[in-house]
């Protein structure tokens, strides 16, 4: 089973949900910053926990 398998299936379970960050592994912000910021925004709007 890969890492992706398994985050999606985690996900689900959880009822969360699961982004795959383009050309990142361990250190996602440092990595692919912009990629990060626009998943983390998308994220906070949907729930509507906080305005950004």
Do not use: K
């Not at 299936?9 to 959880?14: F, T, V």
């Amino acid at each position: 089973m890969t890492v992706t398998t398994q985050g999606r299936r985690a996900a689900s379970r959880l009822g969360g949900r699961h982004v795959e960050i383009p050309d990142s592994r361990m250190l996602i912000p440092l990595d692919n910053p912009a990629a990060l910021s626009a998943q983390l925004r998308r994220f906070i709007t949907s729930t509507g926990t906080g305005r950004i």
